[in-house]
């Protein structure tokens, strides 16, 4: 079981990306799946997270630019990022609440000023 990142590129300031996240596995429709990012030289931060039920939650930097979402059919998540910023540049990861479902291998994002 493991979740697998894509949709990272290189993009201007102000463009928009859309990261995906694919879930193996027969529960992903029972876990709250969560997005991070590790910025360069920074710690790993929280940017979104969504509920089995649907309920939502942003991180300070990217509330009003940022949506998650899921698709429990496909067993995938997605990230709708719009105007984006050069501080949103990072490797952008998603996670499972699951404990026991690791961590991917992480969609590089890096935007120029």
């Known amino acids: 079981v493991h979740v697998t990142e894509s949709g990272g590129g290189l993009v201007q300031a102000g463009e928009s990306l859309r990261l995906s996240c694919t879930g193996s596995?027969?529960?992903?429709n029972l876990w709250g799946i969560e997005w991070y990012r590790d910025p360069p030289g920074k710690e790993r931060e929280?940017?979104?997270?969504?509920?089995?039920?649907?309920?939502?939650r942003y991180g300070d930097a990217v509330r009003g630019r940022f949506t998650i979402t899921r698709d429990n059919g496909q067993k995938m998540s997605f990230l709708q990022m719009r105007s984006l910023k050069p501080e949103d540049t990072g490797v952008y990861y998603c996670?499972?609440?699951?404990?026991?479902?690791?961590w991917g291998q992480g969609t590089q994002v890096t935007v120029s000023s």
């Open positions: 596995g027969s529960d992903f």
């Open positions: 929280l940017v979104a997270k969504i509920s089995v039920a649907g309920d939502t």
């Open positions: 996670k499972s609440d699951d404990y026991r479902v690791p």
